[in-house]
């Protein structure tokens, strides 16, 4: 199955800061997740987005984040003033099939929060 | 009542043994129980799943073992090799709404030659 690609691999950034996490799908897939996993911890669900609206989101997904689809293709996770506690890798998802329940994780990012 | 409890949190197994994870749930709604398998840094990656009506399900050297009335779910892996070696997350989610998953805490996996 074909997966999502995500940049950058890696973001460093200062406290306080915006961040712009980027999924790339490879076609044209309408359903997408995004989670995080601080490190050595669980996956945490953030946020759905199905046809360019959120699906549903978690107790995580405060106003500091916000999702988007801007060009029809590329599919960002926006923070808007990063904290220390925003350091974690984190995974872009697409559905496998509209009706289907797969997920199918993307490599992730890898922020780091200074 | 949405948390899915996985353990052990570390297994050492012998090549050529048996790996078994377990997972329990609450939400007697979930209707979709995925395993993930996951190398350092890496995304998750799919590796079966099952869905309640049946009570286990094969996919090479993986099982998954679902009993409905325990709310508990298991993988076995099968003759274990060293590039099995990597940590493995259950999920749960309800098919409907959202789809988000909810997952596990996470067991890392030892295979030793």
């Known amino acids: 199955e074909p997966e999502v690609t995500q940049t950058p691999s890696h973001q460093v950034t200062q406290m306080g800061q915006e961040v712009i996490l980027r999924c790339v799908p490879i076609s044209n897939h309408l359903y997408f997740y995004w989670y995080r996993q601080i490190l050595g911890q669980k996956v945490e669900f953030l946020v759905s987005f199905y046809n360019n609206e959120i699906s549903e989101k978690s107790e995580i997904f405060d106003d500091q984040f916000s999702v988007e689809r801007p060009d029809g293709s590329n599919f960002t996770l926006k923070i808007r003033s990063t904290k220390l506690e925003d350091s974690a890798m984190y995974f872009c998802?697409?559905?496998?099939?509209?009706?289907?329940?797969?997920?199918?994780f993307g490599p992730g990012t890898r922020l780091t929060v200074l | 009542q949405q948390q899915v409890k996985q353990s052990p949190q570390s297994l050492i197994v012998q090549k050529g043994g048996i790996s078994i994870i377990n997972c329990a749930y609450e939400?007697?709604?979930?209707?979709?129980f995925p395993w993930y398998q996951q190398f350092p840094g890496k995304g998750p990656a799919l590796l079966i799943a099952i869905r309640p009506d049946v009570s286990e399900k094969k996919e090479g050297r993986f099982t998954i073992s679902f009993n409905k009335s325990a709310k508990q779910f298991s993988l076995h892996i099968m003759d274990s090799q060293p590039g099995d070696s990597a940590t493995y997350f259950c999920?749960?989610?309800?098919?409907?709404?959202?789809?988000?998953?909810?997952f596990g805490t996470g067991t890392s996996l030892t295979v030793i030659p």
């Open positions: 939400n007697t709604a979930f209707d979709y």
């Open positions: 999920a749960a989610c309800l098919s409907y709404g959202g789809n988000q998953f909810y």
């Open positions: 998802a697409r559905r496998g099939t509209v009706r289907g329940n797969e997920q199918f």
